[in-house]
């Protein structure tokens, strides 16, 4: 089967493990994910099945939306609760600090990912040379914080919505704005709500896909390929599509465009010089 789902990955499974029942449920060797979570981590992973896997490159999906927690003095060597405890801190009593502190993290950053992240170093993986007790130094890099909103505050836990660009780490930011504001902060649960066009309160569990598998695909994938123009055909110009054939197009040139026969989608073709060339055919 070709198409999109989105789906709920559950707590403590990795993204490769949910990859794995997918392709039982589905018979499909050919998956891919889009935002790996870490397996502490739950929400929205959007999955790419079949010939769908060659759209990831084109979804909207590098805007994100989570919800996290944090406990407050205390700090651990992964900068979340899986990791040992590395060093404790007083709670302020003036809880006011967190907000002024947040301040400084909303808009373009520059942030240092964790050095238990899945970022290469010289090859290895960030996190497999931490674990081995050798020193890892990533450089700081741009992310975006778009919207920051702390939640709640009830010692010793401070909860945040946070809505960020691809790349960013909620728990390097809980670190920093803990840094800020003069508390030790680690991160205790985080729940990724949306993801591009992709959201929680329409993802489905990996128990309803398995009842329902045809169900949970994505039937109009308007919205997943909403970052591409979209080109409305015909049936006549869908079937000459279909056949890779060029079509007669009155616009702006295009490097890539979503073609589309009302809600069926058609696949993926540039334009120049007002005719559209079919690029990835999805029969």
């Known amino acids: 089967m070709d198409g ?18 997918l392709r039982k449920i589905y018979h499909q060797k050919k998956i891919g994910h889009g935002g790996t979570l870490d397996p502490m981590a739950e929400g929205v992973l959007p999955v790419f099945l079949g010939r769908a896997a060659r759209l990831i490159e084109y979804a909207p999906i590098h ?12 700090a651990t060597d992964t900068e979340d609760m899986t990791g040992t ?8 009593e003036d809880l006011s600090v967190f907000e002024r502190a947040a301040e400084k993290f909303r808009g373009p950053i520059m942030q240092v990912p964790s050095s238990y992240s899945a970022l290469k170093v010289n090859g290895e993986r960030a996190y497999k040379l931490a674990r081995e007790g050798k020193k890892v130094e990533l450089p700081a890099r741009p992310v975006t ?14 909860s945040m919505t946070v809505t960020c660009s691809a790349g960013t780490y909620i ?11 003069g508390c030790l902060l680690t991160m205790c649960a985080l729940t990724r709500t949306e993801m591009g066009p992709f959201s929680l309160k329409d993802a489905r569990t990996l128990e309803e896909i398995e009842r329902d598998p045809e169900g949970a695909v994505i039937s109009d994938l308007h919205p997943v390929l909403s970052a591409l123009p979209a080109l409305e055909l015909s049936e006549k110009e869908g079937a000459d599509f279909l056949q890779g054939k060029r079509l007669r197009f009155h616009g702006e040139d295009r490097k890539a465009a979503a073609a589309f ?20 055919v999805f029969s």
Not at 65 to 72: H, I
Not at 85 to 92: K, Q
Not at 267 to 278: D, M, V, Y
């Open 85 to 92: 405890v590395v060093e404790e801190g007083p709670i302020p």
């Open 171 to 181: 728990r390097a930011l809980g670190r920093d704005l803990g840094k800020e504001a």
């Open 261 to 280: 026969c009302g809600t069926r989608f058609l696949g993926i073709a540039s334009i120049s010089k007002n005719i559209i060339h079919p690029k990835k």
């Open 4 to 21: 999109v789902i989105n789906v709920v990955k559950p707590k403590d499974w990795t993204s490769f493990d949910v990859i794995a029942r």
């Open 145 to 158: 914080i778009y919207e920051l909103e702390i939640t709640e505050i009830a010692p010793p836990f401070l």
């Open 63 to 74: 805007t994100k939306t989570y919800e996290a927690r944090f406990q407050m003095g205390l």
